[in-house]
C-alpha cells in the first residue's frame, strides 16, 4: 500500500503511539537517523493524541539516558564474547596436549597473546571515544525524537485533552467490554497487569482517535508497537490488526484505518518517499520475531524440559485420564514440536512472547493397596501405563535491548510454563498384563512389575532394576 499515496489523495493521516517515539531511541544510532528521517518526511501529516504526549514527555528523558547505559554495555558484552571464545580455545588446545599432539603449547601461547590484543584493541576505541559521541552521530546535542514531537505539537496538530468526564465514561465501558464474552478490544490484556485507570489507557487512546476522525472526517494510518493480541491476533497463524476494531472503527466514524507496526512503517515510507537504507538498516529491518523464534524454539523447551517432566498431573486432563490414586511421580517426553510464537506484550526494556508446542509424554501410575500387616510398608499396584498428548504454552521474556538486537541474539530472561492440556491418547491398565504375583508387597517404581522375597533387588526396586540406582 503507497502511504504517500494514501497521505497526499486519499485523506489520510499518521498517529503513532508513544511505543514508537520511545522505541527510536532503542535501535541502534545508525537505525534511529534512519526512523527520525522517516518520520520528518511525513511530520506535516502526523497528528499527536494528547494522551501520547503526555506519555511521551514522562519518559523520554530516562529513555535518551538508558541509550548511554547500552552503549558501555554493548563494550561489556562484546568483551563477554571475547572470554568466552579465548576459554573455548584454549580449552581445546589443552585438550590437544593431553592427546600429546606436538607443538601445542607454543599454539596456546601465540593465541593468548592474540585475545590479549583484541581486549587491548577493544578498551583503546571505548576510551577513545566519548559515550555521546558514539549514540548522538548526526543528533550533536539535539535531542531529534522530542525535537519532532514539539514541532508537532507547535504546527496545532494535536488532539484535544481528554477530560476527567470523558475517563470516567471510557472507564465505565471498559469495564463492561472486558467483562463481555468474549471481550471487547482494545485493553482488555492490561485488565490483570494493571490497576486503577492504567488498565483502560489503551482504550482511552481508541476513543480519543475515533474521536479525532469523526470530527475532522479523517482516515488514520495507525502505527504501534502493541502487539497483544488484543491489538494484533493471530488469524491463521498471521497476525493482523484486529477485525473487531476496525469494525468499530468504520461504525464510528464512518472512515478507515489501516495499521502497522513501526518497521513494517518505516519500510512503507522509504519506499513511497524513496529514503535510503544502508545495507545495515536493511538487515535491522529483515529481522523479525520469526526468525528469532526459530533460532532459540529449542533452548526454551530445553530450559521448560525438567519442569513439565516433575510436574506430575499439573498440565494433564486428569478428569478423563486414568491416573491412580498414587498420582504420576514424572513424565517421560518422548516427542515434541514447535508449533507456533507470537509477541504478546512489551513493556519498557522486556519483550514478552508465548511459544506453543505440542507434547507427547508417557508416564506410569498406581494404585494405593494399603499396608503390609508386618512391616507397615505401603503396599502399592502394579503400575499402569499411560500415554498424554496435547500443547503447553510457554511465557518467554527477552531484554528489549535493540541496540544489541544482532541476527544471532538467541538471548532470553525466563522461560515459565503458562498452561498445558496433555490428554490421555493410550492407557494399559496393570490387570491386562500382569497376574497377581504370590507374596508381593510392593511393585518396582521403574518398570511396574510386583515384587517379593524372590524378586526384591533392594532399595524398593525389583532384581532386574536394582542395577541402575
Given at each position: 500500500?503507497?502511504?504517500?499515496?494514501?497521505?497526499?489523495?486519499?485523506?489520510?493521516?499518521?498517529?503513532?503511539?508513544?511505543?514508537?517515539?520511545?522505541?527510536?531511541?532503542?535501535?541502534?544510532?545508525?537505525?534511529?537517523?534512519?526512523?527520525?528521517?522517516?518520520?520528518?518526511?511525513?511530520?506535516?501529516?502526523?497528528?499527536?493524541?494528547?494522551?501520547?504526549?503526555?506519555?511521551?514527555?514522562?519518559?523520554?528523558?530516562?529513555?535518551?539516558?538508558?541509550?548511554?547505559?547500552?552503549?558501555?554495555?554493548?563494550?561489556?558484552?562484546?568483551?563477554?564474547?571475547?572470554?568466552?571464545?579465548?576459554?573455548?580455545?584454549?580449552?581445546?588446545?589443552?585438550?590437544?596436549?593431553?592427546?600429546?599432539?606436538?607443538?601445542?603449547?607454543?599454539?596456546?601461547?601465540?593465541?593468548?597473546?592474540?585475545?590479549?590484543?583484541?581486549?587491548?584493541?577493544?578498551?583503546?576505541?571505548?576510551?577513545?571515544?566519548?559515550?555521546?559521541?558514539?549514540?548522538?552521530?548526526?543528533?550533536?546535542?539535539?535531542?531529534?525524537?522530542?525535537?519532532?514531537?514539539?514541532?508537532?505539537?507547535?504546527?496545532?496538530?494535536?488532539?484535544?485533552?481528554?477530560?476527567?468526564?470523558?475517563?470516567?465514561?471510557?472507564?465505565?465501558?471498559?469495564?463492561?467490554?472486558?467483562?463481555?464474552?468474549?471481550?471487547?478490544?482494545?485493553?482488555?490484556?492490561?485488565?490483570?497487569?494493571?490497576?486503577?485507570?492504567?488498565?483502560?489507557?489503551?482504550?482511552?487512546?481508541?476513543?480519543?482517535?475515533?474521536?479525532?476522525?469523526?470530527?475532522?472526517?479523517?482516515?488514520?494510518?495507525?502505527?504501534?508497537?502493541?502487539?497483544?493480541?488484543?491489538?494484533?491476533?493471530?488469524?491463521?497463524?498471521?497476525?493482523?490488526?484486529?477485525?473487531?476494531?476496525?469494525?468499530?472503527?468504520?461504525?464510528?466514524?464512518?472512515?478507515?484505518?489501516?495499521?502497522?507496526?513501526?518497521?513494517?512503517?518505516?519500510?512503507?515510507?522509504?519506499?513511497?518517499?524513496?529514503?535510503?537504507?544502508?545495507?545495515?538498516?536493511?538487515?535491522?529491518?529483515?529481522?523479525?520475531?520469526?526468525?528469532?523464534?526459530?533460532?532459540?524454539?529449542?533452548?526454551?523447551?530445553?530450559?521448560?524440559?525438567?519442569?513439565?517432566?516433575?510436574?506430575?498431573?499439573?498440565?494433564?486432563?486428569?478428569?478423563?485420564?486414568?491416573?491412580?490414586?498414587?498420582?504420576?511421580?514424572?513424565?517421560?517426553?518422548?516427542?515434541?514440536?514447535?508449533?507456533?510464537?507470537?509477541?504478546?506484550?512489551?513493556?519498557?526494556?522486556?519483550?514478552?512472547?508465548?511459544?506453543?508446542?505440542?507434547?507427547?509424554?508417557?508416564?506410569?501410575?498406581?494404585?494405593?493397596?494399603?499396608?503390609?500387616?508386618?512391616?507397615?510398608?505401603?503396599?502399592?499396584?502394579?503400575?499402569?501405563?499411560?500415554?498424554?498428548?496435547?500443547?503447553?504454552?510457554?511465557?518467554?521474556?527477552?531484554?528489549?535491548?535493540?541496540?544489541?538486537?544482532?541476527?544471532?541474539?538467541?538471548?532470553?530472561?525466563?522461560?515459565?510454563?503458562?498452561?498445558?492440556?496433555?490428554?490421555?491418547?493410550?492407557?494399559?491398565?496393570?490387570?491386562?498384563?500382569?497376574?497377581?504375583?504370590?507374596?508381593?508387597?510392593?511393585s518396582c517404581p521403574d518398570c511396574g512389575c510386583q515384587i517379593n522375597l524372590e524378586n526384591d533387588g533392594g532399595n524398593g526396586f525389583c532384581s532386574m532394576c536394582a542395577h541402575e540406582h
Amino acid at each position: 500500500m503507497d502511504i504517500k499515496q494514501l497521505i497526499e489523495n486519499e485523506n489520510y493521516i499518521v498517529i503513532c503511539d508513544t511505543n514508537v517515539y520511545l522505541n527510536i531511541y532503542r535501535y541502534s544510532p545508525e537505525f534511529s537517523e534512519f526512523a527520525i528521517q522517516c518520520m520528518q518526511t511525513v511530520k506535516s501529516s502526523i497528528i499527536l493524541p494528547s494522551t501520547i504526549r503526555l506519555e511521551y514527555l514522562k519518559h523520554y528523558r530516562s529513555e535518551f539516558g538508558s541509550m548511554k547505559k547500552k552503549v558501555k554495555k554493548a563494550g561489556a558484552e562484546t568483551k563477554k564474547q571475547i572470554e568466552s571464545s579465548r576459554e573455548k580455545v584454549i580449552k581445546t588446545c589443552d585438550t590437544l596436549n593431553a592427546l600429546q599432539y606436538p607443538d601445542i603449547l607454543d599454539l596456546r601461547d601465540s593465541l593468548e597473546n592474540k585475545f590479549s590484543e583484541l581486549d587491548t584493541l577493544l578498551n583503546d576505541f571505548f576510551q577513545d571515544r566519548n559515550v555521546l559521541e558514539l549514540i548522538s552521530g548526526s543528533w550533536g546535542d539535539t535531542d531529534l525524537v522530542f525535537e519532532l514531537v514539539e514541532q508537532i505539537t507547535t504546527a496545532k496538530q494535536i488532539m484535544l485533552p481528554v477530560t476527567q468526564e470523558d475517563i470516567y465514561r471510557i472507564c465505565e465501558e471498559g469495564e463492561k467490554r472486558y467483562k463481555a464474552q468474549p471481550p471487547i478490544p482494545p485493553g482488555f490484556m492490561d485488565e490483570k497487569r494493571k490497576d486503577g485507570v492504567r488498565k483502560y489507557s489503551d482504550l482511552i487512546l481508541w476513543k480519543e482517535i475515533i474521536r479525532y476522525a469523526k470530527d475532522n472526517q479523517k482516515n488514520v494510518i495507525l502505527v504501534t508497537n502493541d502487539v497483544k493480541p488484543d491489538w494484533w491476533p493471530s488469524i491463521n497463524n498471521e497476525r493482523q490488526f484486529h477485525p473487531e476494531l476496525i469494525k468499530e472503527f468504520e461504525k464510528d466514524t464512518s472512515q478507515k484505518i489501516i495499521a502497522y507496526c513501526s518497521s513494517d512503517f518505516f519500510i512503507e515510507l522509504s519506499k513511497s518517499y524513496d529514503i535510503q537504507k544502508t545495507d545495515s538498516i536493511e538487515i535491522a529491518l529483515r529481522i523479525t520475531d520469526n526468525d528469532y523464534f526459530s533460532r532459540v524454539n529449542e533452548q526454551v523447551f530445553d530450559r521448560v524440559y525438567n519442569i513439565l517432566s516433575l510436574s506430575g498431573e499439573e498440565y494433564i486432563e486428569t478428569f478423563s485420564a486414568h491416573v491412580g490414586s498414587e498420582g504420576i511421580d514424572e513424565l517421560e517426553i518422548t516427542e515434541y514440536e514447535f508449533l507456533l510464537a507470537e509477541q504478546v506484550d512489551r513493556d519498557e526494556n522486556n519483550i514478552t512472547y508465548v511459544f506453543e508446542y505440542n507434547v507427547t509424554a508417557e508416564a506410569t501410575s498406581f494404585e494405593y493397596w494399603g499396608r503390609d500387616d508386618d512391616s507397615k510398608e505401603i503396599i502399592l499396584s502394579p503400575g499402569a501405563s499411560h500415554q498424554f498428548k496435547g500443547n503447553i504454552k510457554v511465557e518467554v521474556v527477552r531484554e528489549a535491548d535493540l541496540f544489541l538486537d544482532f541476527e544471532s541474539d538467541n538471548g532470553f530472561e525466563t522461560a515459565e510454563i503458562l498452561e498445558g492440556n496433555l490428554v490421555e491418547t493410550d492407557y494399559q491398565p496393570y490387570f491386562e498384563e500382569d497376574e497377581p504375583l504370590d507374596g508381593a508387597y510392593t511393585s518396582c517404581p521403574d518398570c511396574g512389575c510386583q515384587i517379593n522375597l524372590e524378586n526384591d533387588g533392594g532399595n524398593g526396586f525389583c532384581s532386574m532394576c536394582a542395577h541402575e540406582h
